[in-house]
């Protein structure tokens, strides 16, 4: 199968987006979008490095990448639209394996009726895929980590860690309960679209979505806003079967695990019964655990753990280092 | 330098584009845009396959990786607006040298008003450059390549195979004349925005950029006009100092070097005094190459070459061979 073979077959056959005039088949791709704001962003993803094939199908590994991607968008209050896909291909993998990266993708796209309206295939040493997203949200509602002010509730969606211990089930080979509710955490994740849309009548709530941790998060929001935060250790919801993990586990997986891609925020007391409307309209767990304060001097964050309050570093992932 | 630090030294410190709402520093990046359609085109570079350090600085990397996704949004008719850069970084390339591949695209995006809205740098085996760019064409008149009709008027802007000429001569070591020209078309070529942005006034024409070569556009444009299309071999523009290669050099290189990122295409008898005029507003050379026809039996695209009408067939580089 040539490039243009390959295209032709991950190719749409049609387009669900009323805004898209042109997708895949010529020099770009053509939208209009009158009425409402554009949101865009874009992640890559390396063999070896974001994924493993021993840990994920080909399926699961196109599947997450646009769940992370979808999040950002989720993040900003948007609705998704479009995506565009670049992928390398090296001859370790087959033609047929990359399509099941996109048919992972496609599953997920469909169920938020997104569209594929570019992108690129090549050849390389490494399997590489870069997602750019496209959403929209009604005019001056994205949703910005710079609003939060300080006696804000701070907020959590879903529980945290598990896809963090997902993977921990998919290397380690000790007796465990529940692995599939974990690895289906972390191969599938479900970015909380609905969740954020329905916060639209909130004029000013903070967002972020937790690709990095949470304390990595938090860090984010309390640093472009200039605040600070205090989190209640004992309020970061875990999952049932979470507790058969270590407490050193369990504590490393909440706050620095990651790739939950739960969502993360703050917004006025005033507005909170707002928000646990949208939360239950949603069927989305919610949780407070926190609250905004002033800025800090040494550490934007602080958790309350066992009456001590302590600083939270946060200890995301960055390359580079 | 950690990947926030690396951000941080690339991120704009002020933005061009009045319809951006949000540039990088949050999940997402937002603009807003009520009056026009928007073009967007997402192209991968990796090391080894599309570009050598043997023959261009990260610079040069940086200048013509963007350049290629302007020129497709010049195919469609657009003005360049924003930009999203995802780098995989191997390590054996420097942060700085990194760096200087940004600054290349920065180069050309400044000339355009262009904004770096979003990116991602991760750690990888191989230096891989995505870029996704966007841009904006007024409602209606982006230029696809399937609206070639039989008896329109072929057209090619510049000269064809200086790119390919360029990248010979930095890698074989025969005494040439006129190197720099050749380089220069390589290294840092020119899309041509202003051209196709003054074509506005033309309701009907057919775009395609050359980056595969004119053989594989013109086979493109055919393809999805459903026309054929027979190209005049003397017409075909070649710059004042390609008679200096072989005649085989050539004729490869003109009709397959592609990377010239000119711009090809078709336009009614009618409207191709104001082509002429656009190209003359703009600076821009133009040639008349041919003709539009019925589609064909065997090959979509002849040329007619020393009296003798033969098939051309796209040979333009493909990948997943």
Not at 36 to 59: C, K, L, N
Not at 170 to 180: I, R, W
Not at 229 to 256: N, V
């Amino acid at each position: 199968m040539d490039e243009f073979a390959f295209i032709d077959s991950i190719k749409q056959r049609s387009y669900k987006q009323s805004s898209l005039l042109k997708g895949i088949g010529d020099d770009a791709a053509v939208f209009r979008q009158t009425s409402e704001d554009i949101v865009t962003a874009v992640d890559t993803f390396v063999e070896g490095v974001h994924f493993s094939r021993d840990t994920m199908q080909p399926f699961h590994i196109g599947y997450r990448a646009l769940a992370a991607n979808i999040s950002d968008l989720a993040a900003m209050g948007a609705t998704p639209a479009f995506f565009l896909t670049s992928i390398v291909k090296p001859e370790s993998w087959h033609v047929q394996e990359v399509e099941e990266v996109f048919i992972g993708m496609k599953e997920l796209a469909n169920s938020y009726g997104m569209d594929l309206i570019g992108g690129d295939t090549v050849s390389g040493k490494e399997l590489t895929i870069s997602i750019t997203v496209i959403g929209y949200v009604p005019g001056g509602r994205a949703r910005y980590r710079s609003v939060a002010q300080k006696d804000d509730i701070v907020f959590v969606t879903g529980t945290l860690g598990d896809s963090r211990a997902g993977l921990h089930l998919l290397t380690e080979n000790n007796l465990y309960e529940h692995t599939e509710f974990f690895i289906q955490r972390h191969r599938t994740p479900t970015p909380r679209v609905e969740f954020a849309k329905s916060l639209i009548n909130i004029s000013r709530i903070a967002l972020n979505d937790i690709s990095d941790g949470i304390a990595n998060e938090a860090a984010e929001i309390a640093e472009a806003s200039n605040v600070g935060m205090l989190l209640y250790d004992e309020s970061i919801p875990t999952s049932s079967f979470f507790t058969q993990f270590s407490m050193k586990q369990q504590h490393e997986w909440k706050y620095f695990g990651g790739e939950d891609f739960e969502l993360m925020g703050t917004v006025s007391r005033q507005d909170w019964p707002s928000v646990k409307q949208a939360a239950e309209k949603t069927n989305t767990n919610l949780s407070e655990i926190g609250i905004v304060t002033e800025k800090n001097k040494n550490s934007n964050v602080f958790i309350m753990k066992d009456n001590i309050k302590q600083g939270l570093n946060k200890c995301g992932y960055t390359h580079f280092r």
